[in-house]
């Protein structure tokens, strides 16, 4: 994607969720990143995730798209949520899963830091693993979580992150579909991540070019309840001036406009039919999460300095306070103009150095691109990290649920064998 892309989207994580990660790894396991730690141990970091979810606690519909599976082994050995399980024994057919995914090549459309990745390699270890994150910050980080994940060995490239060019560029998914053959990709899954990439409907049909025929495609994404033209002639409430189209692209960074309905017509156009016999291609998700973001909110309204990282699910110990209280690997250099006293002189511009530790980081971006991405503070990023994220997961609640104009959508479809558009018909 371009610089101007890139700038307009750099909130897609938050640079406080980068930040806690590096810091909690580095202040609460021993080593940091070079050291080594078991998958489940740091499955919690990404605290935001939507598909932790248990149905224990949220029940799934009677149209959930995937097959519900059983691999207890497998579970305790991840800690990975049972509708987690669901998506990733989905995610190649029986057949392969036998030969632990052997010849097998799975990409992830937004990998993020790498979490669902790694867990499909360490299911499918003979399988080709391919992430693509456009963030450098944020693919830089599922590098480091990837060497040090102990199932895979310490191997950085157990879980191939891709890169258009340097680890500083950008790297978008049209690029990387543009320079696949046909007929070269087994899976492709995404999770809240389509949204936030341009040209659905020429994605989609790259998508499918590139998976061989019977080739599986597992989406789990953010949809708009309404047409553009609708939420942009809603306001928020009589008190707020702001539509409910300028809320969405403010707090989830719609890319352009997302229904279900449309995407049933951009996988239909491609060419896609049902990966299930028996349920639809395309579900609404938005009943399950309206409650989940409406727990998660409540749940880290409570998190405080004092809050012990077991509580949050990251298994090591120590308090949100102590992890991160220390300055990161990552940092900014601002030189602001001195007057003739020595203070900054104002109405003058600083030069800014991003970069990192040599050896642990690489130097982040072109300050031309953006000169905002690095503004880590030294101390604690504590006050900082809790009160964006308390912030966000009050706000998509609210959009989910007060609002109504945000749902979800799960994706369950598949290439015909034929490689045939009317081979199947598509179930909705």
Known sequence: MSGTVLESTMDLYDNARSYFIERVIQNGFPGGFNGSFPFKAVRNLDVMSYTRLNTSTYALPDDYP?????????????????????????????????????????????????????????RYPKAEVIGIEFQPLVRDLAKKLTA???????????????????????????????????????????????????????????????????????????????SATELERNAISKRQAETKLEKLKRVVCFEEELTLESYKNYLLTAGFCNASDSQPMVVSASPVWKKFTRDRTVAFSKFCGDTKLEELGIHTEGTLASALENSGIYHVNTDWPKDKDGKRASGTSASTELGGTEGKTFTYLNPAISTDAFQEPRASILKSYLQSQSTFCEEVSQIFNEDDCCGGVWVFAQKTVEGNPKAKKAKQ
Do not use: Q
Not at 79 to 106: F, M, Q, R, W
Not at 198 to 207: M, N, Q, T, W
């Open 66 to 122: 995937f097959e519900r599976s059983k691999n207890e082994d497998f579970e305790t050995l991840s800690g990975a949520s049972d509708h987690e399980i669901h998506l990733i024994e989905n995610a190649l057919p029986d057949s392969t899963k036998v030969a632990e995914g052997s010849g097998a090549t799975i990409v992830d459309i937004g990998c993020g830091y790498g979490g669902i990745a790694r867990l499909l390699k360490m």
């Open 148 to 226: 040090a994940t102990t199932e895979l060995g310490g191997d950085v490239g157990a879980v191939e992150l891709w890169e258009a060019g340097t680890p500083d560029d950008v790297s978008d998914a049209h690029d990387f579909l543009k320079r696949r053959a046909d007929n070269s990709v087994d899976t492709f899954v995404s999770f809240l991540a389509i949204l936030h990439i341009p040209d659905k409907e020429g994605l989609f049909r790259e998508i499918f070019r590139v998976l061989k025929p019977g080739g599986r495609l597992i989406i789990e994404d953010l949809v708009m309840h309404g």
